[in-house]
Nanobody, 122 residues
């Protein structure tokens, strides 16, 4: 069993930055693939970024060059640094984990956090 707890969300003006954190506990974090997804009101939960246990990364096109996913295995934590935020980035952001390879598919992840709200004002 893996428990995930997100933090770092909030209200920010367009062009600003936030760093989300996801603290994991319960299993061998360093061998897990981790992902970030987001869900805006009335929309599907969409892929944002993912990182493999070895540090390979993948990003959704609209966040490339603005968001950076990273992990600190010593702290059992994965981060999402979000720069140049836009109003369309407003959503609840979810952290996800799985023991298999990282993926863009929601169904590939067995463990999810409770989400953290990010609101970007124009």
């Amino acid at each position: 069993q893996v428990q995930l707890v997100e933090s770092g969300g909030g209200l920010v003006q367009a062009g600003g930055s936030l760093r989300l954190s996801c603290a994991a506990s319960g299993r061998t974090f360093s061998r897990f693939a981790m992902g970030w997804f987001r869900q805006a009101p009335g929309k599907e939960r969409d892929f944002v970024a993912a990182i493999s246990w070895s540090g390979s990364t993948d990003y959704e096109d609209s966040v490339k060059g603005r968001f950076t996913i990273s992990r600190d295995n010593a702290k059992n934590t994965v981060y999402l640094q979000m720069n140049s935020l836009k109003p369309e980035d407003t959503a609840v952001y979810y952290c996800a984990a799985d023991s298999r390879s990282y993926s863009r598919r929601r169904g590939a992840y067995n463990y999810w956090g409770q989400g953290t709200q990010v609101t970007v004002s124009s």
